[in-house]
């Protein structure tokens, strides 16, 4: 499905009730599918502390998102693309371990 977006839209929270995602919403990109994930400030700039429970909240909106490669994409945005207007992390990629994901900065192949 060429073109084609499936948004999952809602906030996922912390038990101290922080919200960490806008949204994450599948849709193409080139290569095939993608997760655009739209953290929140916090999220963006809680550094170690929020690395854990933000993912955990990706999981909760996109559970199809679960996977070791996307995981390190996730890793990879956080620690050095924390700024970018959504965090797009796709399935499609290899899982080449986070060392060399961050080393293709976010976008093995």
């Not at 929270?13 to 997760?35: H, I």
């Not at 655009?36 to 559970?63: I, N």
């Not at 995981?71 to 986070?98: I, M, Y």
């Amino acid at each position: 499905m060429v073109g084609s977006t499936v948004a999952t839209s809602g906030t996922a929270t912390v038990w101290f009730g922080t919200a960490l995602v806008t949204r994450a919403t599948w849709g193409e990109r080139e290569g095939g599918r993608s997760l655009a994930v739209d953290p929140t400030p916090w999220a963006r700039a809680g550094g170690l502390a929020a690395q854990d429970a933000t993912w955990a909240a990706v999981v909760a909106l996109a559970p199809d998102a679960d996977t070791t490669a996307m995981h390190d994409q996730f890793l990879c945005h956080a620690l050095g693309a924390a700024d970018k207007a959504t965090w797009n992390l796709e399935p499609w990629r290899p899982d080449v371990g986070s060392m060399a994901t961050l080393v293709a900065r976010c976008n093995p192949t």
